[in-house]
Nanobody
Framework: QLQLVESGGGQVQPGGSLRLSCEAP????????IGWFRQAPGKEREGVSC????????YYADSVKGRFTISRDNTKKMVYLQMNSLKPEDTAVYYC????????????????????WGKGALVTVSS
């Protein structure tokens, strides 16, 4: 069974850092694009970052560019999202998702084509 499990969420002060992890034990990871998405209370789901299959191209939403970094370790079947300079508006439940490709256009990442989703990890940025 293909599952994704997020970890590393928590509460942090503005300006702080967190690293989210996405474990993908059942996946042949190099063949999948992995995306991070988030949903804040009362808001629509938003694409944050994505790393493509095979060639590991990376994509970021304009709102996180320069602050967040996505990476993967295929031997450990893990994908990470390093989040620096966190802001209160980064508060959300963060989900990792797997699919065949990253879908993006003009600084916006879309969830289309992401077939597998984790249950999410809560990130709260507050003083």
């Amino acid at each position: 069974q293909l599952q994704l499990v997020e970890s590393g969420g928590g509460q942090v002060q503005p300006g702080g850092s967190l690293r989210l992890s996405c474990e993908a034990p059942g996946f042949t990871l190099p063949y999948y694009a992995i995306g991070w998405f988030r949903q804040a209370p009362g808001k629509e789901r938003e694409g944050v970052s994505c790393i493509s299959a095979n060639i590991d191209s990376t994509y970021y939403a304009d709102s996180v560019k320069g602050r967040f970094t996505i990476s993967r370790d295929n031997t450990k079947k893990m994908v990470y999202l390093q989040m620096n300079s966190l802001k209160p508006e980064d508060t959300a439940v963060y989900y990792c998702a797997a699919g065949l490709q990253c879908t993006h256009h003009s600084g916006t990442l879309y969830h289309y084509g992401m077939d597998y989703w984790g249950k999410g990890a809560l990130v709260t940025v507050s003083s």
